[in-house]
């Protein structure tokens, strides 16, 4: 039997997790003949190469394939991908991330989907969350309800050459997938949801302030601006954040104030800053945990985002070249 369908899954040393993803990949209710596995090492780690070929000869005796390939070191989740994918032997590409666990039928499943006319599949994403979840588990359950994410898709091997891959200049794991669903909506492309194509994505545990440093990835949203500044205002942000801009801003009215010795005005603008400053700390505690901790973690965390969310899209702007506000 030949491949139908080829599985390709960046990874950077998370061995524990990859263990976890390899398991599920070789529980699919498909014949094992039937379907690939390559697993790309965007760390070319020797402990990550042992442990898939240790798989590899386990799934070898079920007549499943499993690769190990590896870029040359932290080169970013779109250069693994796109290594893997033009090194399938599928037609039918499919994508999950080494911290999934896909569901037993994901595969037969989303390859099911594919009919004559249809270019690209996206599969449905479960993020489970505990009762009281942290503002960073909270924001992680997005990926319920985004478009295309790389976590569980499906596309035709023509198409993705078509359409020339992933934009390897998204080096961080943020807005490669959604450049690569623009272009496909650009090149009018069919695509279709599979909701019985299902991958369960548990949410990391995450280091005090994990917030501040997601700051970084707002830089490639003035990539993906760039080249899809219709289909960013109307899938990703409709309006640029202007109380990021007005938090910030209200230090310069501070500073000018300190200058011409106005202490009406400092004050003003001081009492309007803690204004913004608590409604943007009481909106992310609205849905999420009040322990202590996380408490403190929020109030400290909306003081300091602001400004590094612009200083991160002011980064991107120059980048990029591209007005981006």
Not at 17 to 30: F, H, K, P, S, V
Not at 93 to 111: H, K, R, V, Y
Not at 242 to 249: E, R, S
């Amino acid at each position: 039997m030949s491949i139908a369908i080829s599985v390709v899954v960046p990874t950077f040393r998370r061995p524990v997790l990859l263990e976890r993803c390899l398991e599920a990949l070789q529980a699919q209710d498909c014949a094992p003949e039937s379907y690939e596995v390559l697993i790309v090492d965007d760390a070319d780690c020797k402990e990550t190469r042992f442990q898939v070929e240790k798989h590899a000869r386990r799934a070898a005796e079920r007549g499943n394939k499993i690769c190990y390939l590896s870029t040359t070191g932290a080169c970013g989740p779109a250069t693994a991908r796109n290594l893997g994918w033009r090194a399938a032997c599928g037609e039918i590409i499919a994508f999950t991330d080494d911290d999934c666990i896909p569901a037993t039928n994901w595969l037969s499943a989303g390859l099911a989907a594919f009919t004559a006319d249809v270019a690209a599949v996206s599969g449905r994403i479960r993020v489970p969350l505990p009762p009281h979840p942290t503002d960073y588990e909270h924001d992680a359950a997005h990926l319920e309800y985004s478009e295309f994410a790389t976590a569980n898709c499906f596309y035709r091997r023509s198409t993705l050459l078509a359409l020339g891959g992933f934009d390897e200049r998204f080096t961080a794991a943020w807005r490669e997938d959604s450049d690569l669903f623009f272009r496909l909506l650009e090149h009018q492309l069919r695509h279709q949801a599979c909701e019985a194509a299902i991958v369960t994505h548990p949410v990391r545990p995450a280091r005090w302030g994990v917030s501040l440093w997601q700051q970084r990835k707002c830089m490639f949203n003035a990539l993906l601006y760039k080249k899809h500044p219709a289909l960013y205002r109307r899938h990703i942000q409709a309006t640029p954040p202007l109380h990021y801009y007005c938090m910030v801003g209200v230090w310069l009215v501070v500073l000018l104030g300190a200058i011409g010795q106005s202490w009406l005005l400092i004050l003003a603008a001081l009492a309007f800053w803690s204004w913004l400053t608590c409604h943007f700390c009481s909106q992310r505690l609205a849905c999420t945990s009040h322990a202590p901790g996380h408490v403190s973690e929020m109030i400290i965390t909306s003081i300091l985002i602001p400004p590094l969310a612009i200083f991160w899209r002011l980064r991107g702007m120059i980048t990029f070249r591209v007005f981006f506000l």
